[in-house]
């Protein structure tokens, strides 16, 4: 069984930073395929950025040059740094491991104020 539990969000003005944490259990940790996805209020769930057990690494045109996913597999942990962040980038941020099939966290919420 796997669980991912995502920390770090918050409240922060426009063109600050954050970085949010994914904590997960079990031992597929290393092999997966890590991911950051979000939810804006009536808005369907969007991709954010990925990175797979070789550490090749992908994002959405919208969080290009702003947003750095990075893992340590030593603490079965994926982060997004998020930096010059927009308050369009207000949502429910959840993490995603996909390892034949997806398992969610339970999100964190990230608000940007203008």
């Known amino acids: 069984q796997v669980q991912l539990v995502e920390s770090g969000g918050g409240l922060v003005q426009a063109g600050g930073s954050l970085r949010l944490s994914c904590a997960a259990s079990?031992?597929?940790?290393?092999?997966?395929?890590m991911a950051w996805y979000r939810q804006a209020p009536g808005e369907q769930r969007e991709f954010v950025a990925r990175i797979t057990g070789s550490l090749s690494t992908n994002y959405a045109d919208s969080v290009k040059g702003r947003f750095t996913i990075s893992r340590d597999n030593a603490k079965n942990t994926v982060y997004l740094q998020m930096n010059g962040l927009k308050p369009e980038d207000t949502a429910v941020y959840y993490c995603n491991l996909y390892r034949y099939i997806d398992y969610w966290g339970q999100g964190t919420q990230v608000t940007v104020s203008s």
């Open positions: 079990g031992s597929i940790f290393r092999a997966a395929a």
